[in-house]
């Protein structure tokens, strides 16, 4: 039986997180081609690659999380970079023409629960955020949000219905924003018309035919991380917590009791 592949790379994190040295990129290199061909291969061909140069499938399934690994991190930064500057546009109320006080479209230090549009829209749903002694504590940080709370900006309307939690719920106008920012254009952000897009995005590039639950999730997790004043977007970082919040709206939204409730979810997306 041929092996899951992608099981072999996540396995292999933990390892190449600890290791400095790479000794199967310097064996894929000792074989002519062989790069291109693990890196184009599906799980078939890999297994008959891995029997044809006789290398064991833990080796070459490293290989291929470490040029996996450098391309995740390569993409998240550059959609960080994408979504950094912009969403300050985005964020200004429709009644009005600008932020107040003004936001720096390229630095962070001021966002988070530093401003009071970038605090409200971050603060958790369970939290009043106009209580002002909420909002003290969670600016000077005596009051931190975990990653298991969710944010008010994921819901549409950015209102969130205590009696159904569902009602809006991932529907954001900044999420939609990201989304068509990130994997289709920055042309398409004010257009519903995807025609009308200058240039060929990400879902398109790399055969994504339609929206779904992974891809919420992670730019759900982008906004969060560029509304907050955090610096670095890592797993390990402990002021957005991203990892944590990632895996727990993951969690969430494949639990078989919500099921219904994200298959309704995803034809709002792919209307």
Same mark, same amino acid.
């Given at each position: 039986?041929?092996?899951?592949?992608?099981?072999?790379?996540? *396995?292999?994190?933990?390892?190449?997180?600890?290791?400095?040295?790479?000794?199967?990129?310097?064996?894929?290199?000792?074989?002519? @081609?062989?790069?291109?061909?693990?890196?184009?291969?599906?799980?078939?061909?890999?297994?008959?690659?891995?029997?044809?140069?006789?290398?064991?499938? *833990?080796?070459? @399934?490293?290989?291929?999380?470490?040029?996996?690994?450098?391309?995740?991190?390569?993409?998240?930064?550059?959609?960080?970079?994408?979504?950094?500057?912009?969403?300050?546009?985005?964020?200004?109320?429709? *009644?009005?023409?600008?932020?107040?006080?003004?936001?720096?479209?390229?630095?962070?230090?001021?966002?988070?629960?530093?401003?009071?549009?970038?605090?409200?829209?971050?603060?958790?749903?369970?939290?009043?955020?106009?209580?002002?002694?909420?909002?003290?504590?969670?600016?000077?940080?005596?009051?931190?949000?975990? @990653?298991?709370?969710?944010?008010?900006?994921?819901?549409?309307?950015?209102?969130?219905?205590?009696?159904?939690?569902?009602?809006?719920?991932?529907?954001?106008?900044?999420?939609?924003?990201?989304?068509?920012?990130?994997?289709?254009?920055?042309?398409?952000?004010?257009?519903?018309?995807?025609?009308?897009?200058?240039?060929?995005?990400?879902?398109?590039?790399?055969?994504?035919?339609?929206?779904?639950?992974?891809?919420?999730?992670?730019?759900?997790?982008?906004?969060?991380?560029?509304?907050?004043?955090?610096?670095?977007?890592?797993?390990?970082?402990?002021?957005?917590?991203?990892?944590?919040?990632?895996? *727990?709206?993951?969690?969430?939204?494949?639990?078989?009791?919500?099921?219904?409730?994200?298959?309704?979810?995803?034809?709002?997306?792919?209307?």
């Amino acid at each position: 039986m041929l092996p899951d592949t992608r099981s072999l790379l996540l *396995n292999g994190i933990e390892f190449l997180q600890d290791k400095g040295a790479t000794p199967a990129e310097d064996y894929t290199h000792s074989v002519p @081609g062989l790069q291109e061909q693990l890196l184009d291969a599906g799980a078939e061909e890999f297994g008959i690659i891995t029997e044809a140069v006789r290398a064991p499938f *833990n080796v070459l @399934g490293l290989y291929l999380l470490q040029k996996l690994r450098k391309g995740i991190a390569g993409a998240r930064s550059d959609d960080s970079k994408s979504i950094k500057g912009d969403l300050i546009t985005w964020l200004v109320p429709t *009644n009005e023409d600008r932020l107040i006080p003004p936001l720096n479209h390229s630095q962070k230090c001021l966002r988070g629960f530093h401003h009071p549009r970038t605090g409200m829209l971050l603060c958790p749903v369970d939290l009043d955020w106009g209580d002002a002694d909420i909002r003290s504590k969670l600016d000077n940080g005596s009051l931190a949000p975990t @990653g298991d709370q969710w944010p008010l900006f994921i819901y549409e309307n950015e209102t969130y219905d205590p009696s159904d939690g569902w009602s809006g719920f991932l529907r954001g106008v900044l999420l939609v924003k990201a989304y068509k920012q990130i994997f289709l254009s920055p042309s398409s952000v004010e257009h519903t018309d995807r025609s009308k897009s200058s240039r060929i995005g990400n879902a398109r590039l790399h055969g994504m035919k339609c929206v779904n639950v992974p891809s919420i999730a992670y730019i759900a997790t982008q906004v969060r991380f560029t509304l907050s004043s955090a610096s670095t977007f890592a797993r390990s970082d402990e002021v957005s917590d991203s990892g944590r919040f990632y895996d *727990n709206l993951m969690e969430f939204l494949l639990q078989p009791d919500e099921q219904e409730e994200v298959a309704e979810l995803l034809v709002w997306w792919n209307r």
